[in-house]
């Protein structure tokens, strides 16, 4: 394998807005499914990918979240595999000529989603397979022919056991979101999927980030790649600002309530490093009043599908959600980002913030910091290689004027039991006083009552003269007896021989 620098290809955003799609020389079934979906223009990614990969070269891409990159890699490839299609029933016609793997199932069904609409006048076939849901309809689709599959690796594999796949005449790869697939520890199955390739194949990897582990594995299957990077590796949108909020570790569930009130947030997407922080900011979101739900690993693929269309209809008003179940959502327009948690790892920053200012439009990514925050937030500003400056949320109630106004309340609440107490004592006081009590208490609720006890349980206790002898006579006699055989039950063995 080549160096990845061999060719490498500059960003053209001053030119890009003068390219066309119908520049490339794409066929009027695409560009009529772009105009469907009111394409004129190509972003930068997709001006600098979409001829390299057309010539079929492999292709390293680097570009920001939101930047157009599926487009950027379907296009060509729907192109390119319009000189196999055909309308013929038999799957036998349909073999999978190009796989797109992605690491998350909402990527996935994006992806599929994209290459649908693109591919919608041709006679190509696609299909999405993703754990989490029913393996038969997958089975279903694959068995009857498809041209591209859309898959995350494990399901795939699946299929592959399950022989309801056959990659042996697979003609392109693409891996989208490499880096996240490989944070989720799919190197094993990308390797083995990749063995179940033919050698003569063309490669494709896109990706937000770019780290030493992703370019390790580009080296090992890119043959004289095609760096294409639109911007600065590793760096952030700048149509998205951002603003880090100093907050108390325990008040961040208030700021975020405060922060959706005062911005008057209608679609945020809130970020937690765990699962179990996303489910319990929802609840107490919604307990705050605000339309909230949660979406992570432990949510069933039915819950989490109608999250995001609750979401994306504005029924849901506020999506909390992990980084592994919010990798490659697509929410037109999202006006703000919201990070509950900074993330453990810095890359997941730039993916976060990349969820909002996509194609060209603008956005906030408010992130909230603690104390103990401080080495994450080092860990960003080396990757992004920028500097911030916390500052305070004003407007904030702050803990200490909670905890203030819940004293008051427990305070008030107390000292009306306690007059309530002391008039009972003032009353007892001005009662007359019993000759036999001995505190004023007693004479409040009156002299205790005696019980009836028994004689018998209050005298010593006196052995008799019988009990006396016998026991005497006992302690005489047992230094001479003689320990005679136990008894044992016939159950267990022990009856007399006869």
């Known amino acids: 394998m080549s160096d990845m620098s061999s ?33 004129v223009h190509p972003t930068p990614i997709q001006a600098e990918a979409i001829p390299v990969v057309l010539q079929g070269r492999d292709v390293m891409g680097a570009a920001q979240t939101g930047t157009g990159k599926t487009a950027g890699f379907s296009l060509p490839i729907i192109q390119r595999l319009l000189a196999h299609a055909n309308s013929s029933a038999s799957p036998a016609r349909h073999p999978v000529r190009a796989l797109i793997l992605t690491p998350t199932r909402e990527l996935a069904d994006q992806v599929a989603d994209n290459v649908k609409a693109y591919s919608r006048h041709t ?33 795939l594999l699946d299929h592959v056991q399950q022989k309801t796949v056959n990659l042996s005449q697979t003609q392109i790869l693409v891996m989208d979101e490499a880096d996240r697939m490989l944070d989720m520890g799919f190197l094993p199955d ?71 009130r005062e911005r008057g947030l209608k679609q945020v997407i809130v970020f ?25 690993g432990d949510k069933s693929q039915g819950e989490r599908m109608q999250a995001l269309e609750q979401f994306k209809a504005g029924a849901v008003e506020v999506l909390v959600a992990t980084d592994v179940a919010a990798r490659g959502l697509d929410i037109a327009e999202l006006p703000c980002v919201i990070n509950f948690d900074l993330p453990y790892n810095a890359e997941d920053y730039v993916h976060r913030i990349g969820r909002t200012g996509r194609a060209g439009a603008t956005g906030d990514a408010i992130s909230l910091y603690s ?54 004592r003032d009353d007892a006081a001005r009662a007359p006083r019993s000759s036999g009590s001995t505190s004023s208490s007693r004479s409040a609720y009156g002299a205790p009552r005696k019980e009836k006890t028994d004689p018998f349980f209050t005298q010593p206790y006196v052995p008799s003269d019988s009990a006396a002898g016998e026991g005497a006579s006992t302690e005489s006699k047992s230094p001479s007896i003689k320990p005679g055989k136990q008894k044992v039950a016939a159950l267990l063995g022990g009856a007399p021989k006869r």
């Open 7 to 39: 060719a490498s290809f500059p960003a053209a955003s001053n030119a890009a807005p003068a390219i066309r799609f119908q520049d490339f020389g794409l066929a009027p079934e695409i560009l009529r499914a772009l105009n469907d979906q009111g394409y």
């Open 123 to 155: 006679p190509l076939r696609s299909t999405v397979v993703f754990g989490g849901v029913d393996i038969g309809p997958q089975t279903a689709a694959l068995r009857s022919g498809v041209e591209i599959v859309i898959a995350t690796p494990g399901r």
């Open 190 to 260: 990308l390797q083995r999927i990749i063995n179940l390739l033919p050698k003569e194949r063309q490669n494709l990897m896109f990706s937000a980030t770019f780290s030493p582990e992703i370019k390790k594995l580009a080296n090992t299957f890119l043959k004289n790649p095609v760096t294409i990077e639109v911007a600065r590796s590793n760096a952030t949108n700048e149509n998205v600002t951002q603003i880090i909020y100093k907050v108390d570790e325990e008040a961040k569930r208030d700021a975020v309530s405060h922060l959706i």
């Open 272 to 296: 937690s490093n765990t699962k179990i922080g996303a489910s319990r900011l929802a609840r107490h979101l919604v307990g705050e009043g605000v339309k909230a739900s949660a979406i992570h």
């Open 371 to 424: 104390e103990k925050d401080a080495r994450l937030l080092v860990d960003i500003e080396k990757l992004t290689k920028q500097k911030f400056t916390p500052i305070a949320l004003e407007g904030l109630p702050s803990r200490s004027a909670n905890r203030s106004q819940s004293g008051e309340r427990s305070t008030e609440r107390s000292s009306e039991r306690s007059g309530e107490r002391g008039a009972r």
